[in-house]
């Protein structure tokens, strides 16, 4: 089935190529990194996890919701997700991809990574994050292209890999929870000191995931005779309502927790997001767009009009993406660490070559699923299920 993503149109071409330019551009300011050290970026002492990290941990959540079409479709026998289910196991594919990146590059020196392998340390979370996440990219490899195959030579999927798909289930679960763990184990961080760090991660994963799936969908419509059928879109969009109606909830909870109790370090890390601390400010206007383009699509999805209108449900879905984006991406890391233990503030924003290597991996990533897509929307004209 490999030879299918050697074949398309020219615009499939232009959009590889450009993908892969965007790559090299990344790839040239990483061996600047690597020449200069992480003095590039705009970490420092006191905020040691930035704009890599916060990509990372919002990535996660993207390959982990990959479960909210797998689950229904193969536990419930949910057939209306039976052309969207193979997507969501690429899209997972090229996050964790993205997610493995981003924690090359902010290692710094990158021959380090193997230290994990060389010296596993079972006590640590950075250990079952590695094992957790390189397994979800495999069990997503076996089960998604063997269901392709399976497409491809117009049989059902063997029995054999069904033990891998129900495993990837709660291991979908699995690779979010630990993320959470590795920043709610952390004492010294009052921000993210909380119980409802693994519950808020997995709500705005499911909302922001499905969210991006969505709109993918939508552009390989806009290219191909695709089509994975108004009920199943409808369906996703419910389950994007509700998860977002969670995440912002869950936040609520936090706010109540450290206002109405009082407790000084969390509320200075909210304070810092929302209004600022002692003339420090630079994430507030991002906090407040983030939570208004959730609230505004929380507002209009709830709405079944608005919801199941299929012209509106993509910008809806945008809104989704991009505040789920700044809130668990900058939002969550920088919050974390302003201010720091001492009470002291050291404001971060991400420099350029920092942004680059970024926009780099997305690249990478994208390039992945777009191989992918490509490969799934041959095999199904082949045989004939579009």
Known sequence: ?????????????????????IFLVGFFFFLKQL???????????????????????YLVGVAASAV?????????????????????????????TMCLLFIVVDIGQTHRLFNVLLHPTPHSMLFYDMIVLNGYLLLNLICGWTALHAVYKGTKYPSWVKPFIYLSIPWAFSIHT?????????????????????????ASAFCSGPALLLILI??????????PGEKAIRALAKTITYALLANLFLF?????????????????????????????????????????LMLVAAVLLVIPQTRNNLGLLPLLCVLVVIGTWIDKGMGLIVGGFVPNPLERITEYMPTFPEVMISVGIYAAGFLIITVLYKIAISVMESRGLI
């Not at 920043?183 to 009052?190: I, K």
């Not at 400010?281 to 983030?290: G, H, I, S």
Request: hydrophobic share 50%; glycine share 10%; proline share 3%.
């Open 1 to 21: 089935m490999l030879e299918k993503a050697l074949v398309g149109s020219k615009k499939y071409y232009a959009l590889v190529f450009f993908l892969a330019a």
């Open 218 to 227: 939508y552009i390989v419509k806009a290219f191909t005779r695709f089509d």
């Open 178 to 202: 630990v993320t959470a763990f590795l920043y709610a184990g952390l004492p010294g961080r009052h921000f993210w000191l909380t119980a409802v760090m693994a519950p808020r991660f997995l």
């Open 35 to 57: 020449k200069f050290g992480l003095g590039i970026t705009g970490m420092s002492r006191d905020v040691s996890w930035g704009f890599y990290v916060a990509q990372f941990t």
């Open 252 to 292: 609520g909870c936090e706010l109540f927790t450290s206002f109405y109790s009082g407790i000084p370090g969390h509320q200075f890390s909210i304070k810092y997001l929302f209004a600022g601390l002692h003339g420090h400010m630079k994430l507030v206007p991002w906090m407040w767009t983030a939570y208004a």
């Open 68 to 96: 909210m079409v797998v689950l229904p479709y193969y536990l419930h026998n949910y057939k209306d997700y039976g052309k969207l289910t193979i997507f969501g196991e690429f899209l997972a594919i090229g996050a964790v």
